[in-house]
């Protein structure tokens, strides 16, 4: 007598869920480098000569953001390189 194929339901949906959370870091790792850019470009445009000290403490928050956020993009979800 054939027996039944293995279910694959509990796998398909931890599959899924690892694939959607691959996007998800992928995204927000991408929008954190987005906002520590912007965070740097304000940094650098807005000060004016007498607020160094602001202007190195944002650029360093800026940074701070970008590479964290290059760490959590820097794996592409669907293993393409």
Known sequence: MPSAPPS????TVRGKNAYR???TLYFVGRG???FG??????A??????S?????VALTGVG??????GRLLARNDPEGRR
């Open 51 to 55: 607020q160094l000290r602001a202007m």
């Open 8 to 11: 694959k339901g509990l796998a």
């Open 37 to 42: 850019l912007i965070l740097v470009t304000r």
């Open 21 to 23: 959370t691959g996007w």
């Open 32 to 34: 954190l480098q987005v």
């Open 63 to 68: 940074v701070v953001f970008f590479v964290v």
């Open 44 to 49: 650098v445009f807005m000060s004016s000569g």
